[in-house]
Every structure is written in structure tokens, then in C-alpha cells.
């Protein structure tokens, strides 16, 4: 049995002005009729394999969170304010049983291929009963430059590999050539892990990290499915990402590569290129929008009736009194335009 252990933390202002405050990125319909966040815990919902979930948030996101359940019997473990990946793990860990596997995900992902995604899952699973801390790689289609590179080395059996090492975002000429090369893997920041290992590890490589988690959990205070942790001693946790606190450490970590149809919906270009198109000429709108003459658009008009005519390539998201129209091209803008925003 594994406990899924679902990331919720994250603001998502690079989809801005949709994604803001308590209605982030991954409580947002961008896919189909779900919030990524629903679509996440559905993934893992076959109470014959996995356990009720455990949901890292912070208190702005508890009402979402409990609105968007459902009937799911996740349990919520509330963060007074962030402090990155490794933190979030290891509040997830001191709440655990040592021998628990607990499969770690963000909530904002997009997986397509659910089956792919459950074998991947199944051969990480026993790697991580053999003390692997396991990360999971996407196999690549492209040199894409936003993402990290894990890089496969010995062969384990079943799937998985030893990690050789993992590569910070490269520049382009260097993508190309680990794609040309293969053997690389993009990293998607999935992990699964016995709970008693990664908390030895963390002991190892970040003990103020384990620690100030460990005292947060043991001193926080438990309302109905929520155990909001203690702010005093949480923290003290030094803001670190998993993958440097540990992962880049330890000396046994593997991959499991595969193709699973992962996107982390990174920006409305992303969100463009997975929707459904609205017509022949690669446009992708939602809500009361009328296109002329206009290709390879993205409209989402949100409560206002939009009309753009003769454009190309561009995006017009509308939320409450909040427009943004801009090029797909730039979509790694949009972060500037919401700092901007009082």
C-alpha cells in the first residue's frame, strides 16, 4: 500500500490572472471538466493500492481544498507559511510510519497517460522497499531548456536506474545534446520512498530541515481532517527544494523514466497546446468568445463576452476586471505583469 502525498502549496502566477490567491493553479479547470488538483487525487483513488492521501497546504487553500475533495479521505497537513519542498516532505514523513511508502506529487501536473503513470508507480514501488529514494523521469520529445535533466546511469531491473546525476535547467546547446545523446530524463519532480528511509537521509543531509518539521507536527494543533502544524518551530525550517536538500546527496537514488503525457502546464502556452481546439484553425476558447479570422489563439473569456479578430498566436485570458492579452511566444512574461499588479 502507498499513502500518496499530494503537494499543494504552490501560487501558480505564471497562469495569472486566472491563478491568484486562494484560487491557484491547481484549483483551476485548465484540462477538462476537473481542477488539476481533482485530477491529481483521482489518479491515485484505488483504495487496493493506495491509502488516503495526505495534503500539504496552507491555510489560504483549506476551503478550496476541502470544497474539492469530494468524498476523498485524504487528510490535510495545514503549513503556516512556505517553506519549499523538503520542508513540505518532511512534515509528510514525521506523520508517517516508518515503512509506509508515501508517493510524493505536485497537484498542478498534467498526466495523460494514467496507465503509464500506474506502471511507472508499480516498478518504483519496488525499488523504494529496497531502500531507493525514487524519482520519476519523463521520457523527452524535445531540448527543452524550463525543465531539470535527471541522467540514467547502471541499469537496476524493472525500469529503474541509478541516478548518475541531475542537471540544473540547461541552456539550449547543451538540452540538444543530452537528447542526442540519451539516457536523460526530464525531471517531474514525483518521488516515491519508504518513509523511515527519507527520514534517515534527511537526518543525514538537512537535519534542521527534519527536525523543525518533525517539532512543527508533534506541537501543531488537529481540526476535523486538518493538523495545522506549529508556526513557531515550522519556521525554523530552512527554505530548500528536495532535490538539493537530498535527492543531489544521496548516494542511493534511482529513476524510473517514462512516457506518461506529463506537462506541468507551466504557462498559457502550455495550456494552449493541450486544449481541445475550438475549430479548424488551432484556436482553443472557453466561455462566451467569437474568433474571425484568427489562428493558433487561446481565449478564455472567463464572465465577459471577448471578440478578437485577425490575430495570430496570441492569448486573451480574462478574470473578473483583470485582462491579459499578449503572444503565446511570451508567455514566460506573465510573471512580471502579476508582480506589477497592486
Same mark, same amino acid.
Not at 521520457?139 to 527543452?144: G, H, K, L, N, Q
Not at 512516457?259 to 506529463?262: D, E, F, K, V
Given at each position: 500500500?502507498?499513502q500518496?502525498?499530494?503537494?499543494?502549496?504552490?501560487?501558480?502566477?505564471? +497562469?495569472?490572472?486566472?491563478?491568484?490567491?486562494?484560487?491557484?493553479?491547481?484549483? +483551476?479547470?485548465?484540462?477538462?471538466?476537473?481542477?488539476?488538483?481533482?485530477?491529481?487525487?483521482?489518479?491515485?483513488?484505488?483504495?487496493?493500492?493506495?491509502?488516503?492521501?495526505?495534503?500539504l497546504?496552507?491555510?489560504?487553500?483549506?476551503?478550496?481544498?476541502?470544497?474539492?475533495?469530494?468524498r476523498?479521505?485524504?487528510?490535510?497537513?495545514?503549513?503556516?507559511?512556505?517553506?519549499?519542498?523538503?520542508a513540505?516532505?518532511a512534515?509528510?514523513?514525521?506523520?508517517?510510519d516508518?515503512?509506509?511508502? +508515501? !508517493?510524493?506529487?505536485?497537484?498542478?501536473?498534467?498526466?495523460?497517460?494514467?496507465?503509464?503513470?500506474?506502471?511507472?508507480?508499480?516498478?518504483g514501488?519496488? !525499488?523504494a522497499e529496497?531502500?531507493? #529514494?525514487?524519482?520519476f /523521469?519523463i521520457?523527452?520529445?524535445?531540448?527543452?531548456t524550463?525543465?531539470?535533466?535527471?541522467?540514467s546511469g547502471?541499469? $537496476? *531491473?524493472? *525500469?529503474?536506474?541509478? &541516478?548518475?546525476?541531475?542537471v540544473?535547467?540547461?541552456?539550449?546547446?547543451?538540452?540538444e545534446?543530452?537528447i542526442?545523446?540519451? /539516457?536523460?530524463?526530464?525531471?517531474?519532480?514525483?518521488? #516515491?520512498?519508504?518513509?523511515?528511509?527519507?527520514? %534517515?537521509?534527511?537526518?543525514?543531509?538537512?537535519?534542521?530541515?527534519l527536525?523543525?518539521?518533525?517539532?512543527?507536527?508533534?506541537?501543531?494543533?488537529?481540526?476535523?481532517?486538518? $493538523?495545522?502544524? %506549529?508556526?513557531?518551530?515550522?519556521?525554523?525550517?530552512?527554505?530548500?527544494?528536495?532535490?538539493?536538500?537530498?535527492?543531489?546527496?544521496?548516494?542511493?537514488?534511482?529513476?524510473?523514466?517514462a512516457?506518461?503525457?506529463?506537462s506541468d !502546464?507551466g504557462?498559457?502556452?502550455?495550456?494552449?497546446? $493541450?486544449?481541445?481546439?475550438s %475549430?479548424?484553425?488551432g484556436? &482553443?476558447?472557453?466561455?462566451?468568445?467569437? !474568433?474571425?479570422?484568427?489562428?493558433?489563439?487561446?481565449?478564455?473569456?472567463?464572465?465577459?463576452?471577448?471578440s478578437?479578430?485577425? +490575430?495570430?498566436?496570441?492569448?486573451? &485570458?480574462?478574470?473578473?476586471?483583470?485582462?491579459?492579452?499578449?503572444?503565446l511566444?511570451?508567455?514566460?512574461?506573465?510573471?512580471?505583469a502579476?508582480?506589477?499588479?497592486?
Open positions: 500500500m502507498i500518496p502525498v499530494i503537494l499543494c502549496g504552490g501560487a501558480g502566477t505564471r +497562469l495569472w490572472p486566472e491563478s491568484r490567491g486562494a484560487r491557484a493553479k491547481q484549483f +483551476l479547470s485548465l484540462t477538462g471538466s476537473d481542477s488539476l488538483f481533482q485530477q491529481t487525487i483521482a489518479r491515485t483513488a484505488d483504495a487496493m493500492r493506495f491509502l488516503p492521501a495526505v495534503i497546504c496552507g491555510e489560504a487553500h483549506v476551503a478550496i481544498v476541502r470544497e474539492q475533495m469530494g476523498s479521505e485524504a487528510g490535510l497537513l495545514v503549513e503556516p507559511m512556505p517553506r519549499n519542498t523538503a513540505a516532505i512534515l509528510a514523513v514525521a506523520q508517517a516508518r515503512d509506509t511508502l +508515501l !508517493l510524493v506529487m505536485p497537484s498542478d501536473h498534467v498526466i495523460a497517460d494514467t496507465s503509464s503513470f500506474q506502471e511507472a508507480i508499480a516498478k514501488a519496488g !525499488l529496497q531502500d531507493w #529514494l525514487v524519482t /523521469g521520457t523527452p520529445d524535445r531540448p527543452e524550463g525543465f531539470g535533466y535527471i541522467a547502471d541499469a $537496476l *531491473g524493472n *525500469g529503474g536506474f541509478a &541516478v548518475d546525476r541531475f540544473e535547467k540547461p541552456p539550449l546547446e547543451e538540452a545534446k543530452m542526442a545523446a540519451g /539516457g536523460y530524463s526530464w525531471n517531474a519532480g514525483i518521488f #516515491l520512498f519508504r518513509a523511515g528511509r527519507m527520514r %534517515d537521509a534527511m537526518q543525514t543531509h538537512c537535519p534542521e530541515v527536525h523543525a518539521a518533525e517539532a512543527a507536527v508533534a506541537a501543531g494543533a488537529r481540526e476535523g481532517n486538518a $493538523l495545522y502544524v %506549529d508556526a513557531g518551530t515550522f519556521g525554523d525550517a530552512p527554505s530548500v527544494s528536495i532535490d538539493y536538500a537530498v535527492m543531489e546527496k544521496d548516494g542511493r537514488v534511482a529513476v524510473v523514466p512516457a506518461m503525457g506529463w !502546464l504557462s498559457w502556452q502550455a495550456v494552449h497546446a $493541450l486544449g481541445a481546439s %475549430d479548424d484553425c484556436n &482553443v476558447a472557453t466561455g462566451d468568445a467569437v !474568433l474571425l479570422d484568427c489562428r493558433a489563439c487561446l481565449v478564455r473569456a472567463g464572465d465577459k463576452r471577448v478578437i479578430i485577425g +490575430l495570430e498566436g496570441m492569448a486573451v &485570458v480574462v478574470d473578473g476586471d483583470d485582462i491579459l492579452i499578449l503572444p511566444s511570451r508567455s514566460q512574461d506573465v510573471r512580471t502579476a508582480n506589477a499588479r497592486p
